[in-house]
């Protein structure tokens, strides 16, 4: 009995030796295998880049143009490059591959502008360069087209041939005239755009030339339908065609008017009653001036002078009469060919001229009528602009002008 309790009793310290060994191996794997905590990261913000400020350009302001004005109103002069004109409502200018070298770019641009400023509106010639393909080149075309012109005649006295003019075959012509108007219209597609200019003959006399002119148009036509746009139905007669003008109209009497038979001849061509104001819509007389050399006048002093200032007054009245745009020419008199041409309504140095010009200033007068009242000219250029604003001439202005 002793035996067995005492086996028991060691039995008893044995399993409580083995049970707290097996407490303290499980608290050991616990703590090895227990799962940490993870630390929550602390979040550092990224910094906002300061935005880098790219100012947005100013766009350049659309031009505003003049509005387009009817045929009526369309009364002007050759430009003067030095002092402009006042109350006189058009000029004529001519592009850089006229005269005047320097006239494009930005000085075209300016010189438009300055007008425009002034409430002038500018007709614009530019003149052909070549007479070939060269005529092609539409940098030139571009660069006039910017200036913002009101009307523009492309090409000049293209149907001429001599040593100072440069003729273009008609079919070499088509082409130019239809890339010039397409330029013009890209940047103002309102205003007219002319076909050239018709070298000057005498109207009810130079009949034959007048409708050879009439077939170089007709020739045009032919290759603008089947070379420029084959198939197309471009008609001339639809357009605007170009007119010079150099007689000696109203002198030695009033029944001389060369302007008034090539107002009747064109009015037939384009079948309009000249009577009705209509011819204006296709023909602009971009030069009007008077004749002096093998025109059958005398050419002393008195018979220049009196023919000269005639021509002016007639011209203004028969293209008033019949609503027809029309420029005088030219803003001063000049030299050319070996000659003095005193056609001009200035000097050559731009001074102001007696409406005598073989007298001096003031030496003959004109009491004209006009919607303010009445207005007494002694020189050209107030004239010119009177009768442009619808003043009213006395009625014994020839035998003033003539004695």
Not at 69 to 86: C, H, M, W, Y
Not at 211 to 237: C, E, F, I, K
Not at 265 to 273: E, L, N
Not at 283 to 304: H, K, N, P, Q, R
Request: glycine share 8%; proline share 8%.
């Amino acid at each position: 009995m002793k035996v067995q309790g005492h086996v028991q009793k060691k039995s008893v310290t044995i399993l409580a030796f083995v049970t707290l060994l097996s407490m303290l191996l499980t608290a050991c794997v616990f703590g090895a295998t227990a799962v940490k905590p993870t630390p929550t990261p602390k979040h550092t913000p990224t910094p906002t880049p300061t935005p880098t400020f790219t100012p947005t350009p100013t766009p350049d302001p659309t031009p505003t143009y003049p509005a387009v004005v009817p045929p009526n109103r369309v009364l002007g002069i050759a430009e003067d490059t030095q002092k402009s004109f006042k109350s006189i409502p058009w000029v004529r200018l001519g592009y850089a591959t006229c005269f005047n070298k320097v006239m494009k770019g930005d000085l075209l641009k300016k010189t438009v502008a300055q007008y425009h400023s002034q409430g002038v509106r500018v007709m614009l010639s530019l003149c052909q360069w070549a007479t070939d393909a060269r005529l092609y080149d539409t940098s030139r075309m571009n660069d006039a087209a910017q200036a913002g012109a009101d009307a523009v005649q492309c090409g000049n006295e293209q149907m001429k041939q001599g040593p100072f003019n440069s003729y273009v075959p008609p079919a070499v012509f088509a082409k130019f005239y239809d890339l010039c108007q397409k330029a013009m219209h890209a940047v103002r597609p309102e205003i007219p755009i002319i076909i050239g200019s018709n070298d000057p003959h005498v109207g009810g006399q130079d009949y034959y030339p007048l409708v050879a002119q009439a077939d170089y148009l007709d020739s045009m036509q032919y290759y603008m339908n089947t070379s420029v746009h084959p198939g197309g139905h471009w008609n001339w007669r639809s357009q605007t065609i170009g007119l010079i003008d150099s007689w000696h109209n109203g002198y030695p009497d009033q029944s001389v008017n060369s302007l008034y038979g090539l107002y009747l001849f064109w009015a037939q061509q384009f079948g309009v009653d000249l009577g009705s104001g209509g011819l204006g819509k296709h023909l602009w007389v971009v030069e009007g001036t008077g004749c002096i050399f093998g025109c059958g006048i005398a050419t002393d002093s008195y018979d220049v002078a009196v023919s000269h200032i005639l021509t002016l007054i007639t011209d203004v009245q028969t293209t008033m009469r019949y609503q027809v745009p029309f420029f005088y020419f030219s803003a001063r008199d000049f030299p050319s060919q070996g000659a003095f041409w005193p056609m001009g309504i200035r000097s050559i140095g731009g001074n102001p001229k007696p409406l005598r010009q073989d007298l001096w200033m003031g030496a003959r007068t004109l009491n004209m009528s006009c919607g303010s009242g009445h207005v007494t000219v002694s020189s050209q250029e107030q004239l010119l602009a009177s009768l442009y604003s619808g003043c009213n001439l006395p009625g014994n202005y020839i035998g003033i002008l003539e004695s």
